[in-house]
C-alpha cells in the first residue's frame, strides 16, 4: 500500500526482488548480529583471547621494587593501586603501588613462565621467589647474587590463577642485605595461556 500526499505517492514501491548475492550478505549480517546478541547474553567477551585480543598466549611485566632490611618483604608493584582506596587492600596501607597482583584477566589463565630480571641491588639480594596466592606457591627462585631467572614449565602444566573479580593474586618476595643497598628493583614477567588452550596445573 502507498501513501500519498496531495495526490502523489510518496516513498518507494517495494517491488524489487533481492538478488542472490543480496540474500547471502543479508544471512551473514543477520548471523553476525546473532552471535554477538548471543555473546552479550551469556557473558562471553568479544575477543576470547588475553588481554583483549584473540591471542591464546600472551606476557605481562611489572616493574617491582622492595626495601633491603634483612626480612622478606613483599615487593612494591608499581601503578598497581587498590581499586577500593587506602587501607582497602592487604599490605597496601597507601592503596598505591601494592605488592599483591590480583587477577586482571576476565577468564581463568595458566602461568607457564616466569622470568624475574634484577635491575638494581642484586648485590645486596638474598633471594627473591615469585609466589602464587592461588595455586602455590613458588614459581621461580633467584638467588644470593642472581641478577636473572627465566623458567618455563613443562608442556602442558602450569600454575593457575582464576578470573579477575575472584579471589586469586601473584606476588614477588624480596630479601636483601640493607648495609649493600637500599631497595632491589626487577622486571617481573608472567608468561600465560587463557581459554583455547587446557595445560594441566603444575602441582608441587
Known amino acids: ?3 500519498a500526499s496531495h495526490g502523489r505517492p510518496i516513498g518507494k514501491k517495494l517491488s524489487h526482488t533481492a538478488s542472490e548475492p543480496e540474500c547471502a550478505l543479508r544471512a551473514s549480517t543477520y548471523l553476525a548480529t546473532a552471535m554477538v546478541a548471543l555473546c552479550l547474553a551469556v557473558g562471553i ?7 583483549g585480543t584473540d591471542f591464546t598466549f600472551c606476557s605481562k611485566t611489572f616493574y617491582a621494587t622492595a626495601r633491603c632490611d634483612g626480612q622478606d618483604q613483599l ?3 608499581a601503578r598497581n593501586h587498590c581499586s577500593g582506596g587506602p587501607k582497602a587492600c592487604p599490605y597496601c596501607e597507601s592503596g598505591q603501588d601494592c ?4 587477577a586482571w584477566e576476565p577468564t581463568a589463565i595458566i602461568i607457564v613462565g616466569v622470568e624475574i630480571t634484577i635491575l638494581g641491588g642484586s648485590n645486596a639480594l638474598s633471594y627473591a621467589y615469585a ?3 592461588h595455586h602455590p606457591n613458588q614459581m ?12 618455563f614449565f613443562p608442556a602442558g602444566t602450569g600454575f593457575s590463577l582464576p578470573p579477575s573479580g575472584t579471589h586469586g593474586y601473584i606476588n614477588l618476595h624480596v630479601s636483601c642485605v640493607p648495609t649493600v643497598a637500599a631497595q632491589v628493583q626487577a622486571w617481573y614477567t608472567l608468561y600465560y595461556t587463557v581459554s583455547g588452550s587446557t595445560p594441566r596445573e603444575q602441582k608441587d
Open 99 to 102: 605488592p599483591l597482583i590480583e
Open 75 to 77: 615487593a612494591s608493584i
Open 1 to 3: 500500500m502507498q501513501l
Open 131 to 133: 609466589g602464587n596466592g
Open 45 to 51: 567477551p568479544a575477543h576470547a583471547g588475553c588481554q
Open 140 to 151: 621461580a627462585f633467584l638467588g644470593a647474587g642472581q641478577s636473572h631467572t627465566r623458567s
